[in-house]
């Protein structure tokens, strides 16, 4: 699920499924801290990517060992969905809707999040564009 800041996505995906698990970088949960939260036959929803990628940023890592570390990531939680009960829902930021930020910082967050979630989209079965409360499914 993608889409801007306070479009709807937290709602329909509460919609859409029963037994779900938040992993939240806006509740300060730690990336990989999902792992001990997998329950048999839920759904793990992982959001705050920016967030996530911000803090690796911070920590003094580059840009290309951020999106490297995070693609490795998604692989991982591909092969989990594929060889167990689990299911993810990843919920990401449509950042900035072409508008580059003047702060290298920013761009950089901007930057590696675009690539994320264009990989995401890329593994992921399904993808829905959400805006106003309206998702579509745009794969």
């Avoid at 036959?41 to 840009?63: P, R, Y």
């Avoid at 594929?82 to 930021?93: A, C, D, E, G, Q």
């Amino acid at each position: 699920m993608v889409g801007g800041a306070y479009s709807g996505k937290r709602n329909i995906v509460k919609q859409s499924c029963d037994k779900l698990v938040w992993h939240s970088a806006y509740n300060g949960d730690d990336f990989v801290a999902y792992k001990k939260s997998l329950q048999p036959n839920s759904t793990i929803i992982l959001e705050g990517w920016e967030k996530w990628v911000e803090e690796q940023l911070t920590n003094g890592k580059t840009i290309d060992e951020v999106r490297s570390y995070f693609i490795e990531e998604i692989d991982q939680l591909c092969e989990i969905e594929n060889t167990s009960p689990f299911h993810f829902y990843f919920i990401m930021l449509e950042m900035g809707r072409g508008i580059v930020p003047m702060l290298e910082k920013n761009r950089n967050i901007r930057d590696v999040c675009g690539w994320l979630l264009q990989y995401a989209s890329s593994k992921a079965e399904e993808v829905y564009y959400c805006w106003h409360g309206l998702a579509k499914r745009i794969k």
